[in-house]
């Protein structure tokens, strides 16, 4: 079969920006995935510079759990140019707050003020557009400082399948998104950052990226909500899908042993992910610092997830020149 050279020069083209995008302390290249040959495009097009970037907001909005048997909230951002592009579908990021919690606490000025930092990825391009999702992680007792909330399915809710499936069809049947969990992301801080991997690892028809700041990874409920345990068990092709991004402060020395057992065992598993250190410690400073070297990390896959797609389509094209 005859190759026509423009598309092979589009081919290599590709491939080199993937080989660029990548961080240089993974375990392993992600594999090219199998099932995006039906997506030609999912990432926004649209100029990341200018005033479009700017000025998100956010909005708190109720849904009726069935799961939690109440009305449960989330917080949303929308992408700049949203409204202006009713054709275009979005990846999406799930940010889950840790203990004594609430939806608003990734986004308000005195704690994670996420907008800012994802205003600034998107103007320099290390994030491409995305639908920003904030669960309310609370069981049925509420929130308390004096317990952390439980991502599990357990006798205070079934809080795990609330945030990891119920609201992800919600916010698929409400939003713009792209369906293909390798656009999808989930990650937190502290006992966020567990429940985020919980959640994730129980939901991998969902997820692909998972992202931990100064989280744990070993659960007094058991193996089952043990994400360094758990994660044994989860299919082969799951575990060969799955993105995973660690990191904490050094002066959190629990949670940065935590991070490094966590990190060899997926190392072990063949699992992609990087693991990294930051001076700081268990504040939300710390925190707000270092959002953008998770979401730098989510942009990465995003990209490289799209490339996948750019390079299947070359491939099948040539096929049907």
């Not at 999406?92 to 994670?112: A, C, E, S, Y």
């Not at 809080?159 to 939003?175: C, F, H, I, M």
């Not at 919980?198 to 997820?207: A, E, I, P, R």
Request: aromatic letters at 10%.
């Amino acid at each position: 079969m005859n190759y026509k050279q423009p598309k092979i020069l589009l081919l290599v083209s590709v491939l080199t920006l993937v080989s660029c995008n990548l961080s240089q302390n993974v375990v392993a290249k992600p594999p090219l995935q199998q099932d995006l040959k039906t997506t030609p495009s999912v990432l926004s097009t649209k100029s990341n510079t200018g005033d479009s970037a700017t000025h998100l907001t956010y909005k708190i909005e109720t849904y009726d759990s069935q799961l939690m048997g109440a009305n449960r909230t989330y917080g949303v951002s929308l992408p700049p140019g949203y409204e202006q592009n009713p054709k275009q579908r979005y990846p999406v990021i799930f940010l889950l707050h840790g203990g004594h919690g609430n939806p608003n606490d990734w986004f308000i000025q005195n704690k994670g003020q996420a907008l800012k930092t994802v205003e600034q990825l998107y103007t320099t391009g290390k994030l491409p557009p995305s639908i920003i999702i904030t669960p309310d992680g609370n069981d049925k007792r509420g929130s308390s400082p004096y317990r952390d909330p439980e991502y599990i399915d357990g006798p205070n809710g079934k809080v795990s399948t609330a945030v990891g499936d119920e609201l992800v069809k919600v916010v698929q049947s409400r939003y713009r998104t792209v369906t293909n969990p390798d656009f999808w992301a989930i990650g937190g801080l502290s006992s966020g950052a567990w429940g985020a991997m919980n959640v994730g690892l129980h939901n991998v028809n969902h997820f692909s990226i998972l992202f931990s700041h100064s989280g744990y990874f070993k659960d007094k409920s058991g193996p089952t909500n043990s994400p360094i345990i758990y994660i044994k068990s989860i299919p082969t092709p799951a575990k060969k899908r799955l993105r995973i991004y660690l990191d904490s402060g050094k002066a959190d020395i629990e949670e940065i042993d935590e991070a490094k057992n966590f990190s060899k065992v997926l190392n072990n598993l063949k699992i992609y992910n990087l693991f990294r250190q930051f001076p700081g410690s268990h504040t939300w400073q710390y925190w707000r610092e270092h959002l953008a070297d998770s979401l730098t990390f989510v942009g990465e896959q995003f990209k490289s997830a799209e490339m996948a797609s750019m390079t299947r389509n070359v491939g099948v094209n040539n096929k049907n020149p």
